[in-house]
């Protein structure tokens, strides 16, 4: 898996570069305009005419920092404090796009190193000032936006390094700020992949995937994120935590998993040793039909659980496969498949699984499919832009749950979302990260959106969160707790865990001062 390339500058207001923005197709603006009243919204605010306020830090702060770093290190121009003040989700980018910024860093930061990070936490520390981590800037879940509204953010892009690459135990030690493209055309110049590849690979990072345990669209065959992480270094108020320095160890419980899925809350994650595997010889990817979700499910389970399980997995629902053929120009029915295939000899593998998948009803639809899968697989969130362009609200919301139990969770979230949108809502869902025991459940919901689209989104997402914990799945599978679901996370680990975590955090954070407000209840 090369899925090389640096990535492009992120817009303003916009998931990506307006030179990567797609349209939506003609049949695709046609059914939105049958199911839902849409009036296409103002133009956005400029950048330029986006106003934040001023900078409130006094001279010993921007003194002590500028000293640590070098006076151009510590920046409070207007424009680039905007850029940092919040994440992708769709509020986020519907707040920039009016130009209404919750709050803003009263500096950004940009360390060279692990030192200076110590250092900022150190000075941050001193006095009282909050501290965001900053990576991509892809958090969907308000884990960009703390509570303190006097905080500065560590802009870690200046972090951007292989360390080392160990071809012998086929590791490789990379610096948290190092965008995935640029990790991936590293690792590959060579021979190797991480296959760490996620919706948000063109702008997320390294670090960023250690602290919301990141999951990639090829994880049935390369894993999660934190399977792959053997060690990290993260810099907290109290100092270093090197954790991780073997490929196994009994040695106390495994303190990596304190920093994985931490959000920033607990320290900033410097760099990280992780697993990595030989460039793929070969990759196959195809299509498949099953006339039902619940037929699909039986298949994509007998796979993960019994195998030959494909590197990529991915089953949509009836509602999300008529979307795609919508904007594709078909009118399929039943649920789509799509299988994908890599390694050093695939032909074997291909062969066992379309018998698995023949033998539960499935029907091919052929390599095309899957190819056309894997051209637009970053397509989504560009198409959430086109979908705010003619006034639509489009968001995403996921879980995960034992087999046992997806079936309910699939149908429950979905009607508590169209319970809680009444005038008219598409809700569409898909599984693409399975495991033995269970998989994960992706929702997409487009709808009109209404005088106040944030409120609306609040109130239908709450409505979906306590579906989810009603059903017993989890609040996360993959984008994390940030702020959006720290209430269900707590109800979700329960009072003792939760006082687990606050000692935890203060130990580590005397202060308070990291991302305050974000995972911790």
């Not at 809350?265 to 760099?271: F, Y």
């Not at 989504?380 to 705010?388: G, M, T």
Request: hydrophobic share 45%.
């Amino acid at each position: 898996m090369n899925i090389g390339g640096e990535a492009s500058t992120v817009g303003w207001a916009r998931w990506g570069a307006t030179t990567n923005a797609r349209t939506l197709p003609d049949a695709a603006a046609a059914l939105l305009a049958q199911v839902l009243e849409l009036t296409p919204p103002p133009p956005a605010v400029p950048l330029t005419e986006v106003t934040v306020p001023g900078c409130e830090l006094d001279d010993a702060v921007l003194g002590a920092l500028r000293q640590a770093l070098g006076a151009g290190q510590v920046i409070t121009a207007d424009d680039v404090r905007a850029r940092h003040a919040s994440g992708m989700s769709t509020p986020d980018l519907l707040r920039q796009r009016h130009g209404q910024l919750r709050s803003a860093p009263q500096a950004v930061l940009r360390p060279a190193d692990h030192a200076e990070v110590v250092s900022i936490l150190d000075i941050c520390s001193r006095f009282g000032v909050a501290v965001v981590p900053f990576g991509g800037g892809t958090s969907v879940v308000g884990g960009l936006t703390p509570s303190a509204a006097r905080h500065v953010t560590i802009d870690l892009s200046r972090l951007d390094q292989v360390v080392a690459i160990d071809p012998v135990s086929r590791t490789a030690t990379l610096q948290a700020g190092l965008r995935a493209p640029r990790a991936a055309e590293l690792l590959a110049e060579q021979g190797f992949t991480l296959g760490h590849v996620p919706q948000s690979y063109e702008y997320a990072t390294i670090g960023g995937f250690a602290a919301t345990r990141s999951s990639g669209q090829a994880s049935a065959g390369y894993g999660r994120f934190d399977d792959m992480v053997l060690a990290l270094t993260v810099a907290t108020p109290r100092g270093t935590v090197r954790a991780g320095r073997s490929p196994a160890s009994a040695a106390g419980p495994d303190l990596r998993h304190l920093f994985l899925g931490s959000e920033g809350a607990l320290g900033v994650i410097t760099d990280v040793t992780v697993r990595i595997r030989p460039l793929p010889a070969r990759s196959h990817y195809e299509g498949w039909r099953f006339a039902s979700f619940a037929d699909g499910l039986r298949a994509v389970r007998r796979l993960a659980q019994d195998g030959p399980r494909p590197t990529v997995l991915r089953l949509s629902d009836e509602v999300e496969t008529m979307i795609g053929a919508t904007r594709a120009g078909r009118s399929d029915g039943g649920c789509q498949l799509i299988a994908g295939y890599e390694g050093a000899d695939v032909e074997p593998t291909v062969e066992a699984a379309a018998a698995v998948l023949a033998a539960h009803g499935g029907v091919p639809l052929g390599e095309e499919a899957g190819r056309q899968w894997a051209r637009h697989r970053f397509d989504a969130p560009y198409l959430r832009d086109a979908l705010l362009d003619v006034g639509a609200f489009a968001e995403t919301l996921e879980t995960a749950a034992f087999w046992s139990a997806l079936p309910e969770v699939h149908e429950r979230v979905r009607q508590a979302i169209i319970e809680a949108l009444p005038d008219g809502a598409l809700v569409l869902a898909h599984v693409s990260h399975v495991y033995e025991t269970g998989a994960s459940l992706y929702f997409t919901v487009i709808c009109s959106p209404g005088p106040d689209p944030a409120e609306r989104w609040r109130t239908a997402k709450a409505a979906a969160s306590d579906a989810i914990a009603a059903a017993g799945a989890t609040i996360s599978h993959h984008h994390g707790v940030g702020a959006d679901h720290r209430a269900w996370y707590a109800a979700e680990i329960g009072d003792v865990a939760v006082d687990l975590l606050r000692a935890v955090k203060h130990q580590l954070d005397p202060a308070g001062i990291l991302n305050p407000g974000i995972l911790v209840p």
